[in-house]
């Protein structure tokens, strides 16, 4: 048996920080702290001697302490997003709650989304795929898809 990988999930974007931060609210995760011994990612960068033009072209969150989950990593590309994700996130926001009461729940989160930044693309009733009490499909502000459920 191969033993247990830890997975980083990475997103192409135009604007890394951004869209990191918005991930961040969205999962109640944080962004990634500098490594010991440096105080902030500024110091880092500066004695890494990462010139200031090539700043702003990575970022990472990671879940907050004491909890679990994988890093996101979030870096800089030229091209533009064309096409429908081939993997998305399901964001888990009603896991446990059933019926008319989870796509309430749903619709609460869908709103605090786009006021993030976030687009509401569809809603899939319940009952319309079998076993499903319904999802949002969701896009985070750079356009890839993922679902409320």
Known sequence: MSALREIQVTFDAHDPDRLARFWAEALGY????????????DEALDAWGVPPEARG???????????SGP?????QVPESKTAKNR????????AGV??????????GEAERLVALGATRLRRSEAGEEPGSDGYLVMADPEGNEFCLD
């Open 71 to 75: 890093r996101l990593f979030f870096q």
């Open 87 to 94: 993997v998305h996130l399901d964001v888990r926001a009603a």
């Open 57 to 67: 072209s990575k970022s990472a969150i990671v879940p907050p302490e004491g909890a």
């Open 98 to 107: 059933t019926g008319e009461e989870a796509l309430a729940v749903l619709e």
């Open 30 to 41: 944080r962004l990634q702290p500098a490594p010991p011994p440096f105080a902030d990612w």
